[in-house]
């Protein structure tokens, strides 16, 4: 077999030592996706949890990164995320605790986190965050109009190409936030702190910051939605807060507690436009700058590469591979560099990850020390055992001289693509340019990444139930789909209101009508009505 199918065999599935001296089985990560599974207006880990992360912890994955758990009960996403919550106990630990024994491979459960350092095994991690400005109305667990916190009063979607209608829905749906001071950033450290305690009293082997996607910490980090003078200004001291979370988390936690960051490259890597490559550059230098100063903390275990948000949420495309590839590889060339008596963090490219040939690219090529592999787990839980097969299989293929096909791992990828794409007919090529002129199109790229997602939200309700994936949904019933129990919800609720509408009609009519048929009685006198008649 040729050596760019070795390069998998030997690096993708061999162990990885973490900084922290915990050592993951392979170097194959499920990424974090979001679930939309907890109960509205969000809450702790429940039963499709445990289902759907107990049958990735057979795939046979070296880390398991969990969906968003928020900080903030009302800075939410949407809706359903799992949220941290405000004391730990042991009845609120518990749900968390399930969670984590269910991410763990059954063969791994004796286990100590503590102890046997250096067996490998699955490290289950769970991902923290706070939506900062990207957190909207009601959904995200505030009252219509009520601003999220933010680091400056920068309102969401400014300057991002839609019509008049997503303008409005941007302004109606994500309110200009509140700029954030002493006493709010001093409460999201403690929270943030918080979920690392509970993690930890859980049974997980650490956390993930999620500073990516235009989320508060890379709201922070970001000179477009940071315009503060102070210690926490994105000119002069991006990673303060970042590094204050750090820190207070390692006085309470030390290793071998794992502590990961999740990184936002959109801002220093063009994304579907042209840009000045020489101010590109010297931004993408200043990023690496940032990776180099965090990995000199000698407090983070694996920094993860991503990048996006909700105004450019290029990061939810289907098309692209390792599109973050290059700025992977010059801050693990970076951090590499550094001459460091301690070990230094692992890079963890995500993005992309939809053919063994990509997979294993991003680890000969240096651009990445571990790869991350989001939606592509949705559609092949056990894609690191797949792929030990394949390896398997390719090598007797070799063996038996059936040839030396650079494709046949390839070919056998386990990766069934949904076709997402709207109908296209004249009439509705028509209806286009009419809501077009009139300004309602083109409506924020958000919506089309959100039909995504969608999609594979409902493919991950699917797998938990023990669901074959229908790849046949397309996007407009992947959205009803997923919004289904909101929309059953608001549908009782509408009948509720239309029916106590018609009770107090019914009340009113029957009211008046007992009004009309009341009689008031007469007590005149007899002489009067006798004169009253002759008169008459």
């Known amino acids: 077999m040729s050596n760019s199918h070795d390069f998998p065999s030997t690096i993708t599935l061999q162990p990885a030592v973490l900084p922290s001296g915990l050592v993951m089985s392979n170097g194959l990560v499920k990424a974090a996706m979001y679930e939309h599974m907890a109960s509205l207006f969000g809450g702790s880990p429940n039963s499709n949890h445990i289902a759907l992360y107990k049958l990735w912890s057979q795939g046979g994955w070296g880390m398991i990164i969990t969906g968003n758990v928020q900080v903030s009960r009302d800075h939410l996403t949407l809706g359903r995320d799992m949220i941290i919550p405000s004391t730990i106990s042991s009845d609120t630990v518990r749900a968390y605790r399930a969670l984590a024994c269910a991410m763990r491979p059954a063969s791994e459960q004796h286990l100590a986190r503590d102890k046997d350092l250096s067996t490998p095994r699955t490290l289950v991690i769970m991902q923290v965050s706070h939506a900062g400005r990207q957190s909207p109305v009601v959904l995200g667990g505030r009252a219509p109009f009520v601003p999220p916190l933010a680091p400056s009063a920068l309102g969401l979607g400014r300057g991002a190409p839609s019509g008049w209608f997503g303008r409005l829905a941007f302004k109606i749906g994500f309110p200009t936030p509140r700029t954030m001071n002493v006493q709010d950033i001093d409460y999201v450290v403690s929270r943030f702190v918080l979920s690392a305690k509970l993690a930890h009293d859980a049974g997980f082997d650490g956390i993930e910051l999620h500073a990516s996607h235009g989320y508060l910490l890379a709201q922070f980090i970001s000179a477009k939605s940071n315009i503060r003078d102070d210690a926490y200004s994105a000119k002069r001291a991006p990673l303060h807060l970042l590094r204050r979370i750090v820190t207070s988390i390692r006085e309470v936690l030390p290793r071998p507690f794992v502590l990961g960051v999740k990184l936002n490259s959109s801002d220093y890597v063009g994304v579907g436009s042209a840009h ?130 650079e494709d046949f791992i390839d070919r056998g990828f386990p990766f069934q693509q949904p076709r997402l794409s709207y109908m296209k007919t004249s009439l509705i090529g028509v209806a286009t340019s009419i809501l077009r002129s009139l300004g309602i199109l083109p409506l924020p790229s958000l919506i089309g990444a959100g039909a995504t997602t969608a999609w594979y939200i409902v493919a991950m309700r699917s797998i938990s139930r023990d669901q074959k994936i229908d790849h046949r949904t397309g996007t407009i019933r992947a959205v009803l789909l997923m919004w289904l129990p909101e929309l059953r919800a608001s549908a009782m609720l509408l009948s509720c209101c239309v029916a106590c509408v018609l009770c107090i009609c019914l009340s009113v009519v029957s009211f008046l009508r007992t009004i009309e048929s009341y009689e008031v009685p007469t007590h005149s006198a007899p002489g009067l009505m006798t004169r009253t008649s002759h008169t008459t």
Do not use: C
Request: charged fraction near 25%; avoid cysteine.
């Open 276 to 405: 000045d490559p020489r101010a590109e550059e010297e931004a993408e230098d200043r990023a690496v700058a940032q990776v180099v100063d965090i990995a000199h903390w000698d407090m983070i275990d694996f920094i993860e590469i991503s990048g996006g948000d909700y105004e450019d949420p290029a990061f939810l495309a289907t098309s692209r591979q390792a599109f973050y590839s290059r700025f992977a590889r010059k801050a693990r060339f970076a951090i590499h560099a550094l001459t460091s008596s301690s070990p230094l963090p692992l890079v963890l490219l995500t993005g992309g990850m939809r053919s063994s040939a990509t997979i294993q690219n991003a680890l000969t090529q240096g651009h990445a020390d571990l790869v991350g592999v989001g939606r592509g787990s949705v559609l092949a839980p056990n894609l690191p055992l797949l792929l030990k097969e394949y390896y398997q299989r390719s090598r007797q293929r070799k063996d038996n001289h059936d040839g030396d096909d």
